[in-house]
């Protein structure tokens, strides 16, 4: 018998449900929305990047897993892979990126007076830039190039960067590969 909270509930407690929702209410997310909210999408997303997901099926099948411990791990809607896509493809995606730059403000100002041991005279960022395959159909912004016989293009995600002092990144940028280059063009959040 299931007692007490899980360990996700006790992770996603941490994080600011009021500003989550000025986030939904800003861009009208749940509008038209009858049983899976927002933040129930949120929670799927979160899980998904916890555990190391790698699919609707796969965030699915590890939910229904868990069927009876989604409630008291804060899920609130019918868990299925079609109502996550419909979700992933509808919604606007500036809820997420609000909350996201709502969260790096919060841990900016959390570790601004920290010591990281580095005695910089000038601010310097440390980048992480990673290639992602994404599907062309899906992500027609993705066309670095085509690798045949199968519809995917590798598309550029370039990391958080971060001031070499801190653990908190400054803002995220995702953007197009040039093939000739692998240099992004940025559609960038700040």
């Known amino acids: 018998m299931h007692q007490g909270q899980t360990v996700f509930s006790q992770l996603m ?9 000025q986030c939904v209410n800003r861009y009208q997310g749940n509008y038209r929305m009858r049983s899976f909210s927002c933040y129930d999408q949120f929670l799927c997303m979160a899980f998904a990047q916890l555990t190391s997901r790698e699919s609707l099926r796969d965030i699915e099948c590890c939910l229904r897993a868990l069927e009876e411990k989604l409630y008291h791990a804060g899920f609130r809607g019918n868990i299925s892979r079609s109502t996550l896509a419909d979700a992933n493809e509808s919604r606007d995606w500036r809820i997420y990126a609000d909350f996201a730059q709502q969260l790096i403000h919060e841990a900016r100002s959390l570790y601004l007076k920290e010591d990281f041991g580095l005695q910089l005279t000038e601010t310097v960022y440390a980048l992480d830039s990673s290639t992602i395959d994404l599907c062309l159909s899906l992500f027609p912004w993705a066309r670095a190039r085509l690798i045949s016989a199968c519809r995917c293009s590798p598309g550029h995600v370039s990391g958080p960067p971060r001031p070499a002092s801190s653990y908190t990144p400054c803002w995220i940028c995702a953007g197009v590969s040039q093939p000739s280059s692998r240099s992004p063009r940025p559609s960038c959040t700040t």
């Open 13 to 21: 407690e941490f994080l600011p449900r009021h500003t989550f929702r």
